[in-house]
């Protein structure tokens, strides 16, 4: 069973940077796993932010944080990374990590919540001065 577990979040001010990590354990070495970062706010659905293909070739980016946001992965570590920066007040919200099996190894991802089968627990990300 993948468990995935996030670190890194805090309080921010509004301008500055955050890293996120997210560490796996337990891939079953027949699959691919492309990775996700997703977020969700009080009262709000969880929205995709950006992930990274299982090839680690392709990336995709929500519009609202694209060119501040950069997705990352290292395989050695078994991490995947999302570094903030340039952060708003609306950025705050819980940031969960998720991963996408499958057979293969796909050069493009998805931001689509259902399209994720395993997730972190998540990490508060907030965004204040």
């Known amino acids: 069973q993948l468990q995935l577990v996030e670190s890194g979040g805090g309080l921010v001010q509004p301008g500055g940077s955050l890293r996120l990590s997210c560490t796996a354990s337990?891939?079953?070495?027949?699959?691919?796993?492309?990775m996700g970062w997703f977020r969700q706010a009080p009262g709000k659905e969880r929205e995709g932010v950006s992930c990274?293909?299982?090839?680690?070739?392709?990336?995709n980016y929500a519009d609202s944080v694209k060119g501040r946001f950069t997705i990352s992965r290292d395989n050695a570590k078994n991490t995947v990374y999302l570094h903030m920066n340039s952060l708003k007040p609306e950025d705050t919200a819980v940031y969960f990590c998720?991963?996408?099996?499958?057979?293969?190894?796909?050069?493009?991802?998805?931001?689509?919540?259902?399209?994720?089968?395993?997730w972190g627990q998540g990490t508060q990300v907030t965004v204040s001065s």
């Open positions: 337990g891939f079953t070495l027949a699959y691919s796993y492309g």
């Open positions: 998720a991963a996408l099996e499958t057979l293969r190894a796909l050069s493009q991802c998805g931001l689509q919540v259902p399209q994720y089968a395993y």
């Open positions: 990274i293909s299982s090839s680690g070739g392709g990336t």
